[in-house]
């Protein structure tokens, strides 16, 4: 594939990326890590632990301050090159909450970092200085409980929150769609000039792009019910009609995805199970 693996991009005055070699079905081209600053700086989910990706990393940084690295969430594509990044560099690890999911039973969950930890954990709200100016956590749980996305000035990194190629996979036990849809609505209210996440290209129309995916989510919601009201159905005969011809190599995500919308209806007193299959309440 021809993306620009190990090579520093520069966005803008103060923002520049670096793409990580972990292409796939759920990671488009890869993980893109983020460097923000100039004269010092703060790395945006490190990635995945590959020697390649660090090097190229400790290359960008060039000798420079790093204030934080910095990870949105704990999923294995973004955060395991925490700490050989802030053993590399000297810098601290801040930012989102570890999150310890079981290895079996109804918490599993392979996906993600068990071995994250943070020297600092920041809530909503907090933020670190970079070039005297503030990176601060906004708290966007619904992808993972754990997820931040972090805002510079009129930018927004968005993590896995909101992705500039695909929508994001929500998928229980640790995926909530509730409150997914409750932080793509935190950030319809606010007014940030452009997004950079962690897959994709940049988004720069994001009041636009998020009433786009509340829209679709809405529509799946509306869809997923019309199917179980017609008759009790087990979510594979959901992920079929209601995902026609999807890659099969995202058909388990897909009936991930059902769930949670089923478990939010749920919670809503709209839908009820019966065994392994759902039914209009
Ligand atoms: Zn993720």
Known sequence: ????????????????????????????????????????LAVIDPGPDLPEH??????????????????????RDHSPAARPL??????????????????VGPRADASFDGDYAADRVLEDGDSVQVDGESLT???????????LCFAFGDALFTGDHVMGWSTTVVVPPDGDMAAYMQSLDKLRRRDDRVYYPAHGQPVDNPQQYVRHLVGHRMQ????ILSLVKERARAIPDIVANAY??????????????????????????LVEPQGDEWTAA
């Open 1 to 40: 594939m021809d993306a620009p693996y190990a090579k520093l991009e520069t966005l803008e005055p103060g923002i520049a990326r670096v793409l990580a070699h972990n292409p796939s079905a759920f990671t488009y081209y890869g993980t893109q890590t983020y460097l923000v600053g100039e004269r010092e």
């Open 54 to 75: 660090l090097d190229a990393l400790e290359k960008a940084v060039g000798g420079r301050p790093v204030v934080a690295v910095m990870c949105t969430h704990t999923h």
């Open 86 to 103: 802030a053993i590399r560099t000297g810098a601290p690890i801040v930012g989102c909450a570890p999150l310890s999911l079981e290895t």
């Open 137 to 147: 956590a906004v708290a966007t749980p619904g992808h993972t409980s754990n997820h």
């Open 220 to 223: 799946r919601e509306k869809q």
């Open 244 to 269: 026609p011809g999807l890659d099969s190599r995202l058909l388990t995500a897909a009936g991930g995805s059902v769930l949670a919308h089923l478990l939010d209806l749920e919670r809503r007193g």
